[in-house]
């Protein structure tokens, strides 16, 4: 295959497609744009939150992909040219594409909550759901709380960027409340009706583990914020607590905005080369896409779709068949404490008739409980992704 690939963002998904591109194909041209300077890991952050482990544990160089030849261009893509075959930069030259890989991620829906929809206000009340300096001023935040200052934390309406992550951030907290703030409480202002994952395992650990810390509100969305009295607002309600952590609801990263065309929010794609449904030639990948039935946002999903990506992508520079029958596998570990771990995983299978992936019933599962096993194989996990994503 020859041929000129630009892939815009860094993260889980663009690296790894990246770092692919070349191991598969090293003749052609991969071009990475990336706005940071470092790769800052949205999985194991919510231990930097607990004071488990610092931002430096999550904190990687982009160095190892310029081994296998990729081409680090840090910059902001502006725009995406699709008659030119050209990407905008905000201070290099064009970059000219024969592929294109759009992996941006997500951005955050602030029209939804008005109160919020300013620089000042987004400075005040954190989201951290982008590992990086949120997740440090976040921590400074529940170190600075008083001991029975209350924590509350809001879930937007699915989907949204790693299902399970709230949950395993309210657990890794409790546990830093019970530890250093015992008259502290948790609040979770959850807009779904439920919990949407490992419900009955993280039920079990606040029950047992933080009695009496964890309340969860069903339901609850939160529709505006104020500010001056520092209240989040609900359908229903006013809520007081001394701390907020509002995760809006999401979208595809704004480069991606051309290419959206599934509410308003996400990019369609086929899913044997994850190329986008609207304009061909550009495959996107990771959280900003229309994921297949029962597919998480994940870091682990975002390095399997770019590597179906990277292979299509490398089929059509060489003019032979993508590959008609992917399969690719997801787990989510979560920490319900700094010591025990659980995890769900799933099998998805390009079914022909239906056009998508499709989880394979009787592959997969759920921890039947708790262990010190898992939180070991959970930081196993993430070191072996990152390893796979950039060296
Ligand atoms: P990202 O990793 O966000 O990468 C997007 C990149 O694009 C970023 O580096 C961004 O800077 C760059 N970018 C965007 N726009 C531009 C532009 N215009 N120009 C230049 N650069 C640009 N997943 C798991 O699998 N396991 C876990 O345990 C897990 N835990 C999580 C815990 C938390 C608290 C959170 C918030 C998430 C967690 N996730 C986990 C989810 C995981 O982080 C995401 O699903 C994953 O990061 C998605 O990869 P991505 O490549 O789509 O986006």
Redesign the pocket.
């Known amino acids: 295959a020859r041929g000129r690939v630009v892939v815009?963002?860094?993260?889980?998904?663009?690296a790894t497609a990246a770092k692919y591109l070349k191991k598969w194909a090293p003749e052609l041209d991969v071009t990475l744009?990336?706005?940071?300077a470092n790769?800052i890991?949205?999985?194991?952050?919510?231990l930097v939150l607990a004071g488990v482990k610092n931002i430096d544990d999550i904190t990687l160089s982009y160095d190892g992909l310029k081994g296998h030849g990729v081409r680090l261009v840090r910059?902001?893509?502006?725009a995406i040219d699709p008659d030119k075959r050209q990407v905008r930069l905000a201070n290099g030259e064009p970059l000219p594409w024969d592929r294109l890989i759009v992996?941006?991620?997500?951005d955050f829906l602030y029209d939804s909550i008005p109160g919020l929809n300013s620089s000042e206000a987004q400075a005040q009340v954190l989201h951290?759901?982008?590992?990086g300096p949120q997740t440090v001023a976040l921590r400074q935040k529940l170190q600075a709380l008083r001991n029975g200052g209350t924590f509350a934390i809001s879930v937007p309406l699915m989907p949204y960027?790693?299902p399970p992550?709230p949950f395993?951030?309210v657990s890794v907290i409790a546990e830093y409340f019970k530890q250093h703030k015992p008259r502290s409480k948790i609040l979770i202002l959850d807009a779904n009706p439920d919990i949407v994952s490992k419900k009955a395992l993280f039920t079990e650990a606040w029950n047992t583990l933080y009695p009496g810390i964890v309340e969860y509100r069903n339901n609850s969305e939160v529709v505006d914020f104020d500010l001056r009295r520092n209240r989040a607002i609900t359908e229903f309600n006013e809520v007081k607590a001394d701390l907020f952590n509002i995760i809006p609801p999401q979208r595809a990263?704004?480069?991606a905005t051309p290419l959206i065309n599934v509410n308003d929010r996400w990019v369609g794609v086929e899913f044997l080369g994850f190329e986008s449904k609207a304009i061909p030639g550009i495959h996107v990948?990771?959280?900003?896409i229309a994921a297949a039935p029962k597919m998480p946002?994940?870091?682990?999903?975002?390095n399997n779709h770019a590597k179906l990506a990277a292979d299509a992508v490398i089929a059509h520079l060489a003019g032979i068949p993508v590959n008609s029958s992917p399969i690719i596998a997801?787990t989510?570990?979560?920490f319900v404490s700094a010591q025990e771990a659980v995890h769900v995983a799933s099998v998805h299978k390009f079914d022909p008739k239906e056009q998508t992936l499709v989880t394979v019933d009787g592959a997969g599962g759920l921890s039947a409980s708790r262990n010190r096993l898992e939180a070991d194989y959970?930081l196993a996990w993430?070191r072996n992704?990152w390893s796979d994503t950039l060296k």
Do not use: H, Q, T
Not at 33 to 36: A, G, S
């Open positions: 815009i963002g860094g993260g889980f998904g663009g744009v990336e706005r940071n790769f890991s949205c999985p194991i952050s919510n910059d902001e893509a502006l992996a941006p991620g997500i951290a759901w982008k590992a960027r790693c992550g395993e951030r990263g704004a480069i990948i990771g959280d900003a946002k994940s870091g682990f999903m975002a997801n989510c570990y979560s959970a993430a992704i």
